[in-house]
């Protein structure tokens, strides 16, 4: 089991930053890709990032790219996504999840943290 806990999450202007944390116990943090969601009220939850195991490859949603990045610490046992330049459309509940190395399906979940982008 992974237990996965997110955290910096808050309501910021548009155009402002903020930086969410994830951090994971419970077996070998670098046995696992990690990845950020959201969803937004009415909406279905989409894929915002990815890192692997190393974090030497990363991907981003074509609608986050070049303004939110991702990284992790393998000593923290932390994954990151710093967020800047955000909208209004950004506005959701921030989930990051884990995907074993040989796995093909994100096996665990954090609860989230809300994310408010005010126009």
């Known amino acids: 089991q992974v237990q996965l806990v997110e955290s910096g999450g808050g309501l910021v202007q548009a155009g402002g930053s903020l930086r969410l944390s994830c951090a994971a116990s419970?077996?070998?943090?670098?046995?696992?890709?990690m990845g950020w969601f959201r969803q937004a009220p009415g909406k279905e939850r989409e894929f915002v990032a990815r890192i692997n195991w190393s974090g030497g490859s990363t991907y981003y949603a074509d609608s986050v790219k070049g303004r939110f990045t991702i990284s992790r610490d393998n000593a923290k046992n932390t994954v990151y996504l710093q967020m800047n330049s955000l909208k209004p459309e950004d506005t959701a509940v921030y989930s990051c999840a884990a995907r074993s190395i040989i796995g093909t399906m994100y096996e665990y979940w954090g609860q989230g943290t809300q994310v408010t982008v005010s126009s």
């Open positions: 419970g077996r070998t943090f670098s046995n696992y890709r």
